[in-house]
Nanobody, 122 residues
Framework: QVQLVESGGGLVQAGGSLRLSCAAS????????MGWFRQAPGKEREFVAR????????YYADSVKGRFTISRDNAKNTGYLQIDSLKPEDTAVYYC???????????????WGQGTQVTVSS
């Protein structure tokens, strides 16, 4: 059983930065991909970025390219999402997820963390 725990969210001013962490435990080798998603109030959950646990190949949503950086530390079984140049529209609950397929679809990820709130003030 893979378990994911996010941390690192908070309240930050526009233009600031945050680094979100996703600590994985359990049979992490059984999942190929780690993804980050976010959900703003009243909106659907949307894909942000994904990375292969083994090879580091990354992919980003167009809306975050150049500002977000996904990475992982296999020795620590931890994934990261570095968020720079934060904008008020980045305000959302951010979730990490693990799955077998490198897609942008939430339904392809079968393990989810509880989420961490990111709030950006203008």
């Amino acid at each position: 059983q893979v378990q994911l725990v996010e941390s690192g969210g908070g309240l930050v001013q526009a233009g600031g930065s945050l680094r979100l962490s996703c600590a994985a435990s359990g049979r992490t080798f059984s999942r190929v991909v780690m993804g980050w998603f976010r959900q703003a109030p009243g909106k659907e959950r949307e894909f942000v970025a994904r990375i292969f646990w083994s090879g580091g190949n990354t992919y980003y949503a167009d809306s975050v390219k150049g500002r977000f950086t996904i990475s992982r530390d296999n020795a620590k079984n931890t994934g990261y999402l570095q968020i720079d140049s934060l904008k008020p529209e980045d305000t959302a609950v951010y979730y990490c997820a693990a799955g077998f397929f490198a897609t942008m679809n939430a339904y392809d990820y079968d393990r989810w963390g509880q989420g961490t709130q990111v709030t950006v003030s203008s």
